[in-house]
């Protein structure tokens, strides 16, 4: 059990002095990169120059499989990069089943090299013969504190924190009198991960659903936030109903919300709406024909554009098979969410959820389901990877 506290190759050039100021602004912009706010801080995850500059690359580790520490299945993860090269990944521990309610526990990795090497599975948090479940985590650079928010059956939402980068935890508080919105009965948190906004305020994207209608039959999304470093929270308005449901958010460069969703009722397009007041209000749901789906949670993230600063680069990661939960796919936007010219398969296989993270030297990170939920495998690549995806 976890401790708890009370509370490239570039073009050589012939100029000593060209290549002095090359390698200063590399290191410049890796001590950048390795600051702990390179993690979602209050800006977009920056791209050192090593990155950028790198050949593509990409490979595949098993992070949790079915059976070790006697579970019967891992299911529903969550990433997070602290930078200094710690990140921290936590699961759904199911003990006897591979259903979602029952005796499940949230348990935890821990890396300090990137994601390279981990340590072993430990328990986060005992269910106790209940459901703790739909890990959310947020990274507040200003603690900096992460922040785990979670559900205890779908009925109640939890929070705790950790300001020594997940090696302990606060004890959980039940917050659900402040997130629940007025008429709703069923929720849940994330799953995934949540930002950390330019202005401060802190932003876990939810679901809710009526499960007076088989186990939430009618679903929307939203999200809830904090103002006040995790003091207090509040729900923002819920969106239209029964068109999307799990959801994680980005920040534009304008300061806007761009979240994305799964669909619902086989509609077979992801869902995506934009709140200007920070989640408090959205726009109408739509549906993006480019981002075909069967129904699935999908994750989503935010680079700085190495080719355009001003600009963001957003990752979406998703199973694109309209049939079943498999070709798992990395989709790239650099309008905002506007359009995706650019996509790359991960996973051909059997992929479900997933949540993406940026690394402090810049390599991007995919947690997802693999193998008809037997594992949870961990992905590494590069920007550069992403793009050179055959036809790009």
Same mark, same amino acid.
């Given at each position: ?109 821990? *890396?300090? !090299? @990137? $994601?390279?090497? &981990?340590?072993?599975?430990? %328990? =986060? ?100 936030? *904090?103002? !006040? @470093? $995790?003091?207090? &929270?509040?729900?923002?308005? %819920? =969106? ?153």
């Amino acid at each position: 059990m976890i401790q708890t506290s009370p509370k490239g190759a570039t073009d050589r050039e012939d100029s000593y002095c060209l290549r002095v100021s090359l390698l200063s602004l590399i290191e410049a912009r890796l001590e950048t990169a390795q600051q702990p706010q390179a993690a979602y801080s209050t800006m977009p995850h920056p791209l050192s120059s090593e990155t950028a500059g790198s050949e593509a690359h990409f490979d595949e580790q098993c992070l949790f499989r079915s059976g070790d520490e006697d579970y019967h299945a891992y299911r529903i993860p969550a990433l997070l990069s602290v930078g200094q090269g710690r990140v921290i990944a936590v699961c759904e521990g199911r003990r006897d089943s591979l259903a979602d309610d029952g005796d499940i526990d949230l348990v935890i990795k821990k *890396s300090l !090299d @990137a $994601g390279r090497t &981990w340590s072993e599975v430990e %328990v =986060l948090l005992e269910g106790e013969g209940e459901t703790a479940g739909n890990p959310c985590l947020i990274f507040d650079s200003e603690g900096p504190t992460i922040w785990l928010a979670f559900c205890r059956n779908n009925r109640q939402v939890f929070v705790m924190k950790s300001t020594d980068s997940g090696d302990s935890w606060s004890t959980p508080v039940d917050i659900t009198d402040q997130v629940l919105p007025p008429g709703w009965t069923y929720i849940g948190t994330g799953p995934g991960h949540g930002i950390r906004m330019k202005n401060g305020r802190l932003i876990a994207p939810c679901w809710v659903g009526d499960d007076a209608r088989m186990h939430g039959e009618v679903q929307a999304s939203f999200v809830f936030y *904090s103002d !006040d @470093a $995790g003091e207090s &929270w509040q729900h923002g308005s %819920v =969106l239209d109903k029964d068109l999307c449901d799990e959801c994680e958010v980005v920040e534009l460069v304008s300061g806007s919300l761009y979240m994305n969703a799964r669909s619902r009722h086989r509609k077979k397009q992801r869902a995506f709406s934009t709140s200007n007041d920070g989640g408090e209000t959205w726009a109408t749901v739509q549906h993006a024909p480019e981002l075909p789906e069967l129904s699935c949670q999908g994750s989503i993230i935010s680079l700085r554009d190495p080719g355009s600063p001003r600009q963001n680069v957003i990752l979406l990661a998703a199973p694109a098979n309209t049939e079943k939960r498999s070709h798992l796919t990395m989709n790239i936007s650099r309008d905002g969410g506007q359009t995706w010219p650019v996509s790359r398969l991960i996973c051909e296989g059997a992929a479900a959820y997933s949540d993406l993270a940026v690394t402090s030297n810049s390599e991007i990170l995919c947690l997802y389901e693999s193998d008809n939920y037997t594992r949870i495998t961990l992905a590494r690549f590069n920007l550069k990877w992403c793009m050179s995806a055959p036809g790009v």
